[in-house]
């Protein structure tokens, strides 16, 4: 049997980490690609003893949000 998960990644430290948000797993790698195999592979380890059952596919989107944050001013010429 397959089960569908969301993957949500970000580079943090020169590295890529991977997590399933519908569990809780995470795992990381030196590229996108091997972040989500070892997604994949810590989940299905997880899955095995803690099993699950989804009722739903959760719906991932994103959003925008206006801040605060102040940008860096570069000297003329630059």
Known sequence: MFMLFSAVVH????IYVAEC??????????TIEEALENL?????????????EVKSKSLM???EV???AKTSKRPSGA
């Open 40 to 52: 994949k592979e810590a989940t299905e380890l997880y899955l095995e003893e803690f099993p699950v």
């Open 66 to 68: 206006k801040t605060h």
């Open 61 to 63: 989107t994103t959003f």
């Open 11 to 14: 580079k943090e430290d020169g």
């Open 21 to 30: 948000p519908e569990v809780g797993t995470a795992s990381q790698g030196k």
